[in-house]
């Protein structure tokens, strides 16, 4: 029998969430496929306390979603949280365009 997964709703701020390296890695490797956290213990050089920890932080910002199947527990990300970021960030395109259409009239321009 499978277990449920649990959704919490999210108590920790995505940004705050993210902005840890090792978070973020976990997020990547979660990406892919749901594991056990002894499979994610294995990817990093810090305790099972700590990545339990830095689990618990991205499940309560939305990020992952637990499940206990029998005696473990196997995360999962969920990537909907992200688009706040996204959103974020995309307000900062304009700028970026702005930089790169004025570095183009510059190279343009002393090309001659």
Known sequence: MRGKMIATE???DVFQAI????????????????????EIVK??????????KHLHVLADAGLVMRRKQGRETRYQMRPAPL??????????????????????????NNSD
């Open 83 to 108: 688009a706040e970021v996204k959103q974020w960030i995309a307000f900062f395109d304009q700028y970026w365009d702005e930089k790169l259409d004025a570095l183009a009239k510059f190279v343009g």
């Open 10 to 12: 999210p108590t920790h």
């Open 43 to 52: 990817q990093f050089p810090i305790s099972r306390t700590a990545v339990n």
């Open 19 to 38: 902005a840890d390296p090792n978070r973020r890695k976990m997020l990547v490797l979660l990406a892919e496929t749901e594991l056990p956290i002894a």
